[in-house]
């Protein structure tokens, strides 16, 4: 069975930084494209950050930029996303999603999901 676990969401306040981790099991990440999305509530779920498996390269939204960097440790068979100088917003659930073989998009269907990690940035 098939399994990604999100973790590393909380409560920070603005400016600090936050890293959010998406273990695997079942499956070996590096032979995925690893995407992450977040959802506020009444809000669509929206693309993140990406990494994808041919050559690694990283992806990010424009506001993601410069604060985000996404990584793989494939002996932890994990993805990390460190979220730096993070900025007020609505609270919102981070997803981590997995396409097998394939180069990063946000607009395609994804094979695994995760649960998600709550993620908070307020003083």
């Known amino acids: 069975q098939v399994q990604l676990v999100e973790s590393g969401g909380g409560l920070v306040q603005p400016g600090g930084s936050l890293r959010l981790s998406c273990s695997a099991s079942g499956i070996t990440l590096d032979y995925y494209a690893i995407a992450w999305f977040r959802q506020a509530p009444g809000n669509e779920r929206e693309g993140v950050s990406c990494?994808?498996?041919?050559?690694?390269?990283?992806y990010y939204t424009d506001s993601g930029k410069g604060r985000l960097a996404i990584s793989r440790d494939s002996a932890k068979n994990t993805v990390f996303l460190q979220m730096n100088n993070l900025i007020p917003e609505e609270p919102a659930v981070y997803y981590c999603?997995?396409?097998?073989?394939?180069?990063?998009?946000?607009?395609?269907?994804?094979?695994?999901w995760g649960q998600g990690t709550q993620v908070t940035v307020s003083s």
């Open positions: 999603a997995a396409i097998f073989g394939y180069h990063c998009s946000f607009y395609v269907e994804y094979d695994y």
């Open positions: 990494i994808s498996t041919y050559d690694g390269s990283a």
